[in-house]
DNA sequence: TATATTTGCTTAATCGATTAAGCAAATATA
DNA sequence: TATATTTGCTTAATCGATTAAGCAAATATA
């Protein structure tokens, strides 16, 4: 293979019979170099076909211009188009991203955290994994002092910048939408309390239902894992009760979807008998049939924010107490699962 | 903050009163150094919190152990599950992964690989966009003397290592499976014909159809960009000719789950009417209804032979001509949308 | 006992880019 | 004209880890 060592500042600086401090001061623009001298380091540098050592300058500098991003799994629609709109935003700033998976385990996250500290990254932005409740791993990363953001699945308790959307409000937003469709015996198929974003849905699900006046029972808030499976499980459970809900709001698509084939299989119809309503707005979703109502949590914002947020932390040497808390407006994607 | 700085070989050195090169060769374990020394040197280490300069020993040792990964996008189920067994293989042998996504774009593909050059990956792994014709990026890559393996979506003749399914078989086995379900006249909604991977699928077809002594017709055979949107227009095409198919085989999942829509919409009973067959094995293939047969292709796999693929090559200095051409065998999964 | 080898380290250079400090020539100001 | 400032560079040190070369002491071999 072609083994031609790279082009570094120093053969420019030989072909110009100059300094390679000036040239490198010449690339960075540098007021006083003179304008010719720097057209012609530009010309060489074309020539020779010279590419930065990044490594080099990330040592000298004490930075690496990398910005590690962990999330849960890249395989959902919606972190993947966080990740997205975070890349946009950090590329245009001089970041690169290493993008790690944590799989929901607690022990990979670990692992991530270590890995990207490891590869010198100047911050990290993260989705904890639902097993996620010892946050040491988190607070290493603080006190290394680099940037840490959280965003969806983040926990108050870290004291870091973070951005998501309103859950409590995006219940509310739910029950309203539910009760104007006229129904009375609301359910909610929950996630896991200990999890913020869930808990706050599930407070949001409870102090609706009493502005309302609507019967709140124990056996109409269920806690679930908010798998597809669960889902199934979970519906089947609401649907012996000897007073069935006429609407079930469920905290995560997948599960909704799962509850959702339960009910088609019993024949029950929706959303005529009974309303449904996910979370998420994964694509899956309005592709189904009846389509899922669900609620959009403006992933390409929340990525862009997050992206924002690192680099405004980034740039301000003094570090600042104040920490960013960006609480988004969800949207509610009304469709046919309860639309009737 | 705290802004205490990291702790660097020199400090161990100091502490020991030994020179940071003894340090460094301690650490390695090298057989030049008494373990006595060695003891020292992990005690004071683990006392003082060491933790490696990645990058200092990346621009000394001329290597960064960074794997650059581009591929279409992240949020597929295929893609997301190579890149996890691709991560696990590459950790355990002390590499990191970037991974980037070319969005079916071949400039946003083109500017991911003038990112991962700059940050001095020490090979490429990547599944080319749809639109990617002009190789001369990856010619780019391959002058620099850097392993650059493809998967899925690979191109013969850049002559490089590649691992993916055996397309062209895949489609015997689906045309096979049709058959014994006493289809009759098979079409099929390919990918562009430009793309290897969907070429073959499309050569298999045809082979097979002759084979078997099956009409071969011109219009039972479209080209798609498989898109659920195209899906649907292409399933609309076939409908309307005046001897219409009474089995598809689609080259994609969600181009597969476009032209269920349609046959839904229609009232055309799935399987009973007309059989349909996608690839991909996408999640929601077996969430829809009715089901949709489909085709595994083996992503844990192929993300583990990837990456054992540039482990290899990054440990031969010695550049050998010979590639890898890892074609594996597919797997047929057989659902309700073609099982009667 | 005399020489050869091994052990266990040190010294000094290096990977490229960057930057503080400084210097001479050119230009501006008093 | 004399001094101050600006311009356009150079010199040398630096970011940490690594490694070739080498040296003295310890050990092995003839």
């Known amino acids: 293979m072609a083994n031609k060592k790279r082009t570094t500042l120093k053969d420019i600086a030989k072909v110009l019979n100059i300094s390679p401090a000036a040239v490198s001061k010449a690339m960075h623009d540098d007021s006083r170099i003179s304008d010719k001298t720097k057209k012609a380091v530009n010309r060489v540098a074309k020539e020779l076909n010279y590419q930065p050592n990044h490594i080099a300058s990330a040592l000298r500098k004490g930075k690496s211009n990398l910005v590690g991003v962990i999330v849960p799994r890249t395989n959902s629609n919606f972190f993947s188009s966080v990740i997205e709109n975070m890349e946009e935003v950090l590329n245009k700033e001089g970041y690169n991203i290493i993008i790690t998976q944590s799989n929901e385990s607690f022990q990979k ?20 994994a639902n097993e996620t409740v010892d946050l040491s791993y988190y607070e290493k990363v603080k006190s290394k002092g680099i940037p840490l953001i959280l965003f969806d699945r983040g926990e108050n308790d870290l004291n870091v910048d973070y951005v998501g959307i309103d859950d409590y409000e995006s219940s509310h937003m739910i ?23 869930f808990n706050n849905r599930i407070r949001g699900y409870v102090d609706a239902i009493h502005k309302y006046n609507l019967p709140h029972e124990d056996h109409l808030l269920l806690e679930s894992s908010l798998t597809l499976e669960d889902g199934r499980a979970k519906m089947k459970e609401l649907l012996k009760l000897k007073n069935p809900p006429d609407a079930v709001y469920v905290a995560g698509d997948y599960a909704a979807l799962g509850a959702l084939q339960v009910l088609n299989e019993q024949k029950i119809r929706v959303p005529e008998d009974i309303c449904l309503v996910g979370f998420g707005n994964e694509p899956f979703t309005s592709l189904v049939s009846p389509s899922i109502s669900t609620v959009n949590q403006h992933s390409n914002e929340i990525g862009k924010i997050a992206a924002e947020t690192f680099i405004k932390r980034i740039n301000t040497d003094n570090w600042t107490p104040k920490l960013e808390k960006n609480i988004l ?11 009737r």
């Open 109 to 128: 996250e670990c692992s991530n955290i270590d890995t990207l500290l490891f590869t010198q990254v100047d911050g990290i932005i993260a989705s904890m």
């Open 175 to 197: 029950i309203k939408h539910l009760i104007s469709k006229g129904c009375k015996r609301i359910a909610h198929i929950g996630g896991f309390r200990r999890t913020r974003i």
């Open 329 to 339: 407006k969800s949207e509610l994607i009304i469709r046919s699962s309860s639309n």
